[in-house]
């Protein structure tokens, strides 16, 4: 299996997964949604909160923060030498404290460590003139397949497009250039060609507004674009990584139970 990178673009990048299968493909996703590890807000202690919102949607909010990531540095708490009890190796504990009138937002929660902090510019909760809101949070690393608040971001993937022009029958009539959505093809000396193949959605327009049958649209399956987006707790490309890395935690303990 080969990967490259086609694109990167902030917390994006789209990737391209060669000689592979729909199997593998299909778990990759599937790991990078569900099992790969990030921080979220699992407690919350509110001591004080006269805003317009009710403490369990205000936690509601809260969990659905992305936190900044380092999975060098933390352990799963069930995991952890303190059986759970909470430390600083397995647990990220964050204030917050705040008086109106303002809008508070995700970057307004204090971490104690510069480099574990939540993503910033997400609003949380309008307080009005004298509203105030203190409380103290608790986030502990866990998967997506356990609470969605713990996905990574969002990935999805495609065959590789291939399309093929028979010369043979294609006239240059212009038809397929036309129902193109994505202006991907052009008439260039009598005949058709195809520019930037992997923005095709694989949508078929163009076969289908040929009636000479001179086109085809087909995708690779042993060829995949990625596009991981992440939502700032880990970057996009060390989601992939750890995705690679859970699925051959994987199949080593299903050799050992073998």
Same mark, same amino acid.
């Given at each position: ?120 510019? $997400?609003?949380?909760?309008? %307080?009005? +003139? ?5 409380? #103290?949070? &608790? !986030?502990?690393?866990? =998967? /997506? ?51 930037? $193949?992997?923005?095709?959605? %694989?949508? +078929? ?5 040929? #009636?000479? &049958? !001179?086109?085809?649209? =087909? /995708? ?39």
């Amino acid at each position: 299996m080969d990967v490259r990178i086609l694109e990167e673009e902030g917390r994006s990048v789209k990737l391209l997964l060669e000689k592979a299968n729909p199997s593998y493909a299909n778990a990759l996703r599937r790991a990078m949604l569900s099992e790969v590890p990030t921080l979220a807000i699992e407690e919350v202690i509110i001591y004080e909160n006269t805003s317009s919102l009710y403490d369990e949607i205000l936690a509601h909010r809260l969990g659905l923060v992305p936190i900044r990531t380092d999975l060098k540095r933390f352990n799963f708490r069930e995991e952890c030498v303190c059986k759970g009890k909470g430390c600083a190796n397995c647990t990220l504990t964050l204030t917050l404290e705040e008086e109106g009138p303002k809008v508070v937002y995700s970057h307004d929660l204090k971490s104690p460590d510069p480099e574990l902090t939540p993503v910033e510019g $997400i609003p949380l909760v309008k %307080l009005g +003139r004298g509203q105030r809101l203190r409380l #103290e949070a &608790e !986030a502990v690393l866990g =998967r /997506g397949k356990e609470h969605a608040k713990w996905q990574p971001g969002v990935v999805g993937y495609k065959y590789y497009p291939v399309v093929e022009v028979d010369a043979e029958r294609c006239t240059a009539c212009g038809e397929c250039v036309d129902a193109c959505p994505r202006e991907l093809l052009v008439l260039e000396n009598g005949s058709v060609e195809v520019r930037d $193949i992997e923005s095709c959605s %694989l949508c +078929r327009a163009c076969a289908q507004a040929c #009636e000479e &049958e !001179a086109l085809s649209v =087909r /995708g690779d399956d042993t060829r995949f674009i990625f596009t991981i987006e992440s939502n700032g707790s880990l970057p996009a490309k060390e989601i992939f990584r750890e995705a690679c890395r859970e699925i051959s935690k994987k199949a080593e303990r299903m050799v050992s139970l073998l």
